[in-house]
C-alpha cells in the first residue's frame, strides 16, 4: 500500500502545547511543545520531535492531536520528516475518532498521505459539527519552503512600506494564494470564521514576544 513506504504509516503527537498552557497563565509563552509528562515535569519539543521523527526515517503522515499546533512555524520545523500534516490552529477541545479513521484507512489502503490527511479532517468534522470550536486541517508539508520564502517577503515588505497599501495588497494576495495552496483540506465551525487553515506566532503587544522564537 502507498501508505506504507516508509518505516512508519503516521505518527500521533498528543497532550497540551505549553505554548497556551492554562494551569500556567503566568507563563502563557514558552517554547511549544507536547506531551507533558507530569511526573518529569519533561515535554517534547519540537527539535526533539524533528530529530526523532528523523531517526526514524520519516513518515507519511504526521498527525498533532495537541493545541495550537496547526501553525507555519510547527509544519515549516517538521517539513522534511513527512509529506502531509494534520493539525488544529486554535486550541483542541475535542479528541479524533481514531475508530473511524481507521477504519477508513482498513476499507481503502491503499489511500494516500494526503487522502487519509484529508479523511482525518472530515472525520474530526463530522463527529463534532455541533461544536463551534471544531477546527482541523490537512497540510502539505512539501509546500513549506516556498511558503516561507513568501511570508518572508511580505514581512520584509511590511517592514519597509507598510504605509503603501497598493505596494502592500499584491504581495499580500500572493501569500494568501500561496496559504490555500499548502491546505489539502479545511474545516472550522463557528468560533473561527477566519480560519484558514494555518496560523503564525504573531503577538499582538510587544511585552508578549517571547525570546525562544528569536533566530
Known amino acids: 500500500p502507498t501508505m506504507n513506504k516508509r518505516r512508519d504509516t ?3 503527537y498528543t497532550g497540551n502545547s505549553s505554548i497556551n498552557n492554562p494551569e500556567d497563565p503566568s ?8 506531551c507533558k509528562d507530569e511526573k518529569d515535569n519533561d515535554e517534547l519539543t519540537l527539535a526533539e520531535i524533528e530529530d526523532a521523527l528523523n531517526l526514524s526515517g520519516g513518515v507519511d503522515l504526521i ?17 522534511d520528516c513527512g ?6 490552529e486554535p486550541a483542541i477541545l475535542l479528541t479524533w475518532n481514531y475508530e473511524s479513521i481507521l477504519r477508513g484507512l482498513s476499507n481503502n489502503p491503499s489511500w494516500s498521505a494526503r487522502q487519509l490527511a484529508s479523511k482525518i479532517v472530515d472525520s474530526y468534522h463530522e463527529d463534532n459539527f455541533e461544536h463551534p470550536s471544531c477546527i482541523s486541517s490537512a497540510i502539505d508539508l512539501k509546500k513549506m519552503n516556498n511558503l516561507a520564502y513568501t511570508i518572508g517577503i511580505f514581512a520584509e515588505a511590511m517592514v519597509n512600506k507598510c504605509y503603501d497599501p497598493n505596494y502592500i495588497k499584491p504581495i499580500a494576495k ?5 496559504i ?8 472550522h465551525r463557528d468560533w473561527y470564521p477566519n480560519a484558514n487553515g494555518l496560523a503564525i506566532y504573531f503577538p499582538r503587544l510587544e511585552e508578549e514576544l517571547n525570546e525562544d522564537y528569536y533566530i
Not at 500572493?174 to 500561496?178: R, T
Not at 490555500?180 to 474545516?187: A, P, Q
Open 10 to 12: 503516521q505518527s500521533m
Open 27 to 34: 507563563n502563557m509563552l514558552k517554547t511549544q511543545a507536547v
Open 63 to 79: 498527525g498533532c492531536e495537541a493545541c495550537l499546533m496547526g501553525m507555519v512555524e510547527v509544519a515549516y520545523q517538521i517539513k
Open 83 to 88: 509529506d502531509v500534516m494534520v493539525a488544529s
Open 174 to 178: 500572493n501569500l494568501l494564494i500561496k
Open 180 to 187: 490555500k495552496d499548502s491546505i489539502i483540506n479545511e474545516k
